[in-house]
């Protein structure tokens, strides 16, 4: 059974730190393009950053660049997400994303979301 749980979320002053993770089980995380996905109130689901299977690329949306960094352990299937210098407008919940491939398609897995709440 496919499982991606989130942690780490809670409520962070503006322009403190907080670090997101995301526990991996039930497929091959190695294989697995990682990505965190964030959803705010009233607004869509945006695609956060991703990282490749291997570790070696990232694409981070532009609101992120430069605060937030992503990571993963393949030998833990873990992925992690630092916040930096958050700001209000990061208020959301933030999912894990998985996607693997499988016979020529590709598999997407959702986490359950972590809230993180900016706010002084």
């Known amino acids: 059974q496919v499982q991606l749980v989130e942690s780490g979320g809670g409520l962070v002053q503006p322009g403190g730190s907080l670090r997101l993770s995301c526990a991996a089980s039930g497929f091959t995380f190695s294989s697995a393009a990682m990505s965190w996905y964030r959803q705010a109130p009233g607004k869509e689901r945006e695609l956060v950053v991703l990282?490749?299977?291997?570790?070696?690329?990232?694409n981070y949306a532009g609101s992120v660049k430069g605060r937030f960094t992503i990571s993963r352990d393949n030998a833990k299937s873990a992925m992690y997400l630092q916040m930096n210098s958050v700001k209000a407008e990061d208020t959301a919940v933030y999912y894990c994303?998985?996607?693997?491939?499988?016979?020529?398609?590709?598999?997407?897995?959702w986490g359950q979301g972590t809230q993180v709440t900016v706010s002084s």
């Open positions: 994303n998985a996607k693997t491939p499988w016979g020529g398609w590709t598999r997407v897995y």
């Open positions: 990282i490749t299977s291997d570790g070696g690329s990232t």
